[in-house]
């Protein structure tokens, strides 16, 4: 079995073995000597430790791998003069893809009217974290201390010093070559640690979503079935219709094949539901099954990783919708274009980590003077959209990498076109 198969075994194995102890466990169909045998040691220690191993190993790579090509793929396009209108070119995708995203998702709520009829439950109670003002995520993209920036894992600010680096290392010459010799060689060393993780793959999926579908409250999922299915369907239509439709039409690809090509990162996004940790992943499927190039990829991809949150919107959307609804207010037109702003500016300066999506909700709900307490009516659902929500934020980070890379005529058809496993 090549590597991929495996994973995908792994992945159908890990969810089928996480429904039934799900519903033995809901049934009360073992007896308690199993019981704590599989819930307690089994999942709550045996596969809880291998999942964060796992995961933690993929974040282990983030950061020096970011740096090293991205100061590499920086370099290279610091020699020609197109790099800001790459630049300038992925940010309005990334922006114009997320507005977008909310625009569907609230045209789709509406249809569906998920909250409508819903007992407003004064009672709930749920305080949003602080969201950060938008000035603050501006200004503190410039790091004081880049080492400090790289300790906190600081996406924004480690990439704006990567670029500034890669840039001066294009313009010094003959003096830049030893850096860049050494950088191309951390390069290749980093490349082999994530290609080593990756055999590991298999058992860190495997852990993670069975511990995952074991401990999903499915009661929660059917009792907000509406608001469930309306963000599945809003995150189905944008990741399969609007993306393949600008691959098709925008970028003259196949988009059977990007998709085939995607797969892995979508693997890896969905087990982890974080688009940080699966930045190694993503850029390994933009090089070397989409063709794209590394120039393009290194900094498209991480940085899509950090600002581009095409899923994480929809679900905002959705929620924005079902909460005015079920609380009985009307935002009323300039409300949703305030969603729409607001949820696109939110979704640039949060990192892609898992459950981040709802604290950026807070932010938007208190814009539109909607109560924030009504996050904790869709808590329940939110483990197993953030899975779904952070696939289609990872494949949106691919298609921008390749649509950007096309158009300056730097995708290897030949890679993108054959078919790998
Ligand atoms: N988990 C998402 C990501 O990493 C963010 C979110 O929607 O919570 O992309």
Same mark, same amino acid.
């Given at each position: ?20 102890? %799900? ?57 020609? *003069? ?38 407003? *439950? ?39 010093? &990567? ?93 059977? %094949?990007?998709?085939? %090509? ?11 539901? &974080? ?142 076109? %054959?078919?790998?496993?």
């Amino acid at each position: 079995m090549t590597l991929t198969s495996r994973i995908i075994f792994a992945m159908i194995t890990g969810i089928s073995l996480g429904i039934i102890l %799900n519903v033995l466990e809901a049934y009360s169909l073992m007896n308690s000597v199993i019981d704590t045998l599989l819930n307690k040691w089994l999942v709550g220690n045996l596969l809880d430790a291998i999942g964060k191993i796992f995961v933690a190993s993929l974040k282990m790579m983030v950061v020096p791998l970011v740096f090293v090509s991205l100061v590499l793929g920086a370099s290279a396009l610091g020699k020609n *003069s197109r790099m800001g209108i790459m630049a300038g070119k992925a940010i309005v995708l990334y922006l114009l893809t997320t507005c977008i995203a909310i625009s569907i998702a609230i045209f789709l709520a509406n249809l569906v009217d998920p909250g409508v009829g819903m007992d407003q *439950s004064t009672d709930t109670e749920f305080t949003g974290k602080e969201a950060p003002p938008i000035k603050d995520v501006v200004t503190e993209m410039v790091p004081t201390n880049p080492v400090l920036a790289m300790s906190e894992g600081n996406m924004l600010q480690i990439i704006v010093f &990567s670029i500034l680096m890669g840039i001066a290392l294009s313009k010094i010459g003959k003096k830049g070559e030893k850096a860049q010799r050494l950088l191309e060689s951390l390069n290749a060393l980093i490349m082999k640690m994530v290609f080593i993780l990756m055999q590991l793959a298999p058992f860190g999926v495997f852990a993670l979503l069975t511990k995952l579908f074991s401990e999903l409250g499915i009661s929660a999922i059917m009792d907000l079935g509406a608001y469930f299915i309306t963000v599945l369907l809003a995150l189905l239509i944008h990741g399969i219709i609007v993306y393949g439709i600008i691959i098709t039409v925008i970028g003259r690809l196949s988009p059977i %094949n990007f998709f085939r %090509n995607v797969r892995p990162a979508v693997i890896f996004a969905f087990s982890t539901a &974080s688009s940080n940790a699966t930045i190694p992943i993503s850029m390994e499927v933009a090089e070397k099954r989409q063709g794209v190039s590394k120039s393009i990829s290194s900094f498209v991809i991480p940085l899509g990783a950090t600002i581009n949150m095409d899923g994480t919107a929809i679900m905002q959307g959705v929620a924005t919708v079902f909460i005015a609804q079920a609380y009985g207010i009307d935002i009323g037109l300039t409300g949703y274009l305030t969603v729409i702003l607001t949820a696109t500016l939110a979704s640039i300066g949060t990192a892609g980590v898992p459950g981040v999506g709802l604290i950026m909700l807070s932010m938007v709900l208190q814009q539109v003077g909607l109560p924030v307490e009504g996050i904790a009516l869709i808590l329940g659902v939110d483990r197993l959209l953030d899975m779904v929500r952070t696939s289609i934020n990872v494949t949106g980070d691919s298609m921008v990498s390749t649509i950007v890379a096309k158009s300056e005529n730097l995708v290897d058809r030949e890679i993108f076109n %054959n078919r790998q496993e």
